[in-house]
């Protein structure tokens, strides 16, 4: 049994208890108490900008996979039933029209691209292509555009890799580039790498008839400009870079890859990384490993 001072002590101890402020944690809290039927709260917890670049990146993959698994979905029920449009409960789906290049012009050889551009950039391209044969090359590396002659680095004794990127890139860019290729186990007459610009006149037809022309097994498009204009897209590079796309350019379907310019992967070295994933993923698709 527990004495009269001992009780008015417990009494004081639980009065104390009662008056001290609790942590007031939500609006909830503070207006109804700690009731059961109270919502619990939650202490806010700010997301960095990486956390929330990797948020939304899984976001926009996760909805990538889903859109791509509906998409063979219709594809199949499509072919089976004839019918470009299927039923399902609450409407219909259909497959979308794929963006597509027209092509003004079909190459039958190289020399046709002399009717199309002019002199300067037919010479370019005659040196880059020169007796390219057509199912030999592995990846069209297309970037935005090429560099102005009076801006090219003057090297004596270049590589065979670094010959055919600078004209598009600085010398110690396009050794880190050649180290990227090399790493994927490519030769130099299995790649090729063209520009949708040169001198101010555009190039994108011509890239687009050689790639149709060559066939290339993958097309990989460096940085975000030349991504957007050949996948005809808005989308920014750090939500669709290492993913494949399908496109069609004349009369053939391309699979192309954003990758991150190697400019970018060598001023930040966190880039390196994410690069090499996706350098992984092409090499797989190319059966380089």
Do not use: C
Not at 14 to 37: M, N, Q
Not at 72 to 79: D, I, N
Not at 210 to 217: D, S
């Amino acid at each position: 049994m527990v004495e009269k001072s001992g009780m008015q002590e417990i009494f004081k101890t639980k009065l104390l208890e009662l008056r001290r402020p609790g942590k007031v944690l939500s609006f909830a809290d503070a207006l109804l108490g700690p009731v059961l039927w109270a919502p619990k709260s939650k202490t806010l917890k700010l997301m960095t900008a990486k956390e929330e670049s990797a948020k939304l990146k899984e976001a926009y993959t996760e909805k990538h996979q889903v859109i791509e698994s509906l998409e063979r979905y219709v594809e199949e029920k499509t072919q089976i039933t004839r019918i470009p449009i299927i039923p399902v409960a609450g409407g219909e789906v259909g497959l979308k029209k794929a963006e597509e290049h027209e092509l003004s012009y079909r190459l039958e050889s190289l020399e046709m691209l002399s009717k199309h551009i002019s002199k300067n950039a037919y010479d370019e391209f005659q040196i880059l292509i020169d007796k390219r044969k057509i199912g030999q090359l592995k990846i069209l590396f297309i970037t935005e555009a090429f560099t102005p002659f009076s801006e090219r680095e003057k090297i004596e004794t270049p590589s065979a890799f670094a010959k055919a990127f600078l004209p598009f890139l600085p010398h110690k860019t396009s050794e880190l580039f050649e180290r990227m290729v090399m790493a994927m186990k490519l030769l130099p007459e299995e790649t090729l790498l063209l520009g949708l610009e040169s001198e101010g006149e555009d190039l994108m037809k011509a890239v687009m008839s050689v790639a149709e022309h060559l066939r290339p097994e993958v097309i990989v498009t460096l940085g975000a400009k030349s991504t957007q204009k050949v996948l005809k897209s808005n989308d920014r590079l750090t939500m669709v870079h290492g993913q494949f796309f399908s496109r069609k350019i004349g009369e053939w379907t391309a699979q192309i890859t954003p990758l991150f310019h190697p400019s970018i992967i060598e001023t930040n070295q966190n880039m390196k990384k994410t690069a090499w994933i996706d350098m992984q993923k092409i090499m797989k698709v190319l059966k380089k490993v």
